[in-house]
C-alpha cells in the first residue's frame, strides 16, 4: 500500500528515455487502476513547476500543493464538474474545497486567482493533508519509485534527474497527453456535452484569469515602456498587456521572471512565438534588477537563475516553438 507512506526513497538512479516513456504511458492511460483524477493533478503541477526547482531538484509541498489546490478549485467550483473519483463517494479533494468555499462565502464565479490570498494559503495548507494521504504516495507506486521521492515530515518532493530532463525535453508532449487523459476521466464521470468541452476547460484550468497583479508589481519596479518595442505605455491610447515572453502554452505557468510589460501591437503580433533570441539577454538584465528587490507579494524569484531562462528559451524551441519573433 504505498499510498500510506510517509516517506518514499528512489530506487533508481538512471533511467533512459525508453524506460520514462513506458512509465508515463501507462500511469496516462488506462493501463493503471486510477480510482480518481489525482495522478493528473500531480503530474499537471509537477509541469508547472519543473522551473521552479531548487539546485537538489527539490520542490516544497506548498509548492505543489498551490497548483494542485488550483486544478481542483476551478475544476470543482469554476465549472462545476465534481465528480473526480470513481465509486459513491467524493473525492476527498473536492468535499475539501466545497466545504472550504461554503465557509467563507466565496461566490462560485471565482477561479482560484480571484480568491484572496491568504484564503488561498490556508485551503492549500489543507490540501496539502489532501495529498499527503492520497496523493504522493500513490503515484510513487505506480511510478514504482523511479520518477521521484518524498517525504511528509520534511514535506519535499525531489525528481530523479532524469526524469525532471525527460519533462523539460518533452514538456508539451505531456501537457497535451496529461490534458487530453484527464479530459476524458473527468468526462466519463460527469454528464457533460463531449470531450472537446471538457478539454478546452482542462487546457486552460491553470491559466490565471487576469495578470493585473503582475502589470502592479512590474509596474513598480521598471518604467512604463514597451519591453519589446520600448514605446510608452503612459500615453492613453497604448493598453498595456503583461506579456509571457516564453509563450503561456508552453510554460503553462506565471512567473515574475518570465512575465514583461508589452503595448498592445506588440502583445497582439507577438501571440504564441518566441521573441528573438537578442531579447534574451535584455530580459536577463532586467530579471537581475528583480532578484535584488525585497520579496515579491504574489510570486518570488526564490530559485530563479539566468540559464533557466536560457533553458526554457532552448526547450521551447524543441519542443516546436520554431516561429522566432521581432516587433
Ligand atoms: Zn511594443
Avoid at 12 to 28: C, G, N, Q
Avoid at 162 to 189: C, D, G, P, W
Avoid at 243 to 262: T, Y
Amino acid at each position: 500500500m504505498s499510498h500510506k507512506l510517509k516517506v518514499g526513497e528512489l530506487k533508481e538512479h538512471y533511467l533512459v528515455d525508453e524506460d520514462i516513456w513506458r512509465v508515463f504511458s501507462i500511469i496516462l492511460s488506462n493501463k493503471s487502476a486510477k480510482s480518481s483524477t489525482y495522478k493528473y493533478a500531480l503530474v499537471k503541477s509537477l509541469i508547472e513547476n519543473l522551473y521552479s526547482v531548487n539546485d537538489k531538484l527539490e520542490l516544497s509541498y506548498d509548492q505543489l500543493s498551490y497548483s494542485f489546490t488550483k486544478v481542483y478549485w476551478n475544476l470543482v467550483i469554476h465549472h462545476h464538474l465534481d465528480k473526480q473519483n470513481r465509486g459513491s463517494k467524493n473525492a476527498r479533494a473536492v468535499t475539501v474545497i466545497k466545504e472550504f468555499k461554503e465557509k467563507h462565502d466565496i461566490p462560485n464565479e471565482f477561479s482560484f486567482d480571484k480568491i484572496n490570498h491568504s484564503l488561498q494559503l490556508k485551503l492549500v495548507s489543507k490540501m496539502k493533508s489532501v495529498m499527503k494521504e492520497n496523493v504522493f504516495g500513490a503515484l510513487y507506486g505506480d511510478t514504482k519509485a523511479t520518477f521521484y521521492e518524498f517525504n511528509h515530515y520534511k514535506e519535499y518532493f525531489r525528481f530523479q534527474p532524469s526524469v525532471h530532463r525527460f519533462m523539460l525535453n518533452y514538456q508539451l508532449l505531456l501537457v497535451n497527453l496529461t490534458n487530453y487523459h484527464m479530459a476524458k476521466m473527468i468526462e466519463e464521470l460527469n454528464e457533460v456535452p463531449s470531450i472537446n468541452y471538457l478539454l478546452d476547460k482542462v487546457e486552460s484550468i491553470a491559466k490565471r484569469s487576469s495578470l493585473k497583479p503582475y502589470e502592479k508589481i512590474l509596474l513598480n519596479y521598471f518604467e512604463a515602456n514597451c519591453f519589446y518595442c520600448s514605446k510608452s505605455l503612459s500615453n492613453s491610447e497604448n493598453v498595456t498587456h503583461v506579456d509571457h515572453f516564453i509563450p503561456w502554452s508552453f510554460v503553462q505557468s506565471d512567473q515574475i521572471w518570465n512575465l514583461v510589460l508589452s503595448c498592445n501591437r506588440c502583445n497582439t503580433s507577438k501571440n504564441d512565438k518566441l521573441p528573438d533570441r537578442s531579447y534574451l539577454d535584455i530580459i536577463i538584465d532586467r530579471n537581475k534588477q528583480l532578484v535584488n528587490q525585497p520579496p515579491l507579494e504574489i510570486d518570488s524569484m526564490e530559485n530563479y537563475k539566468d540559464n533557466k531562462i536560457i533553458l526554457l528559451y532552448d526547450y521551447s524551441i524543441k519542443n516546436g516553438f520554431d516561429k522566432i519573433w521581432t516587433p
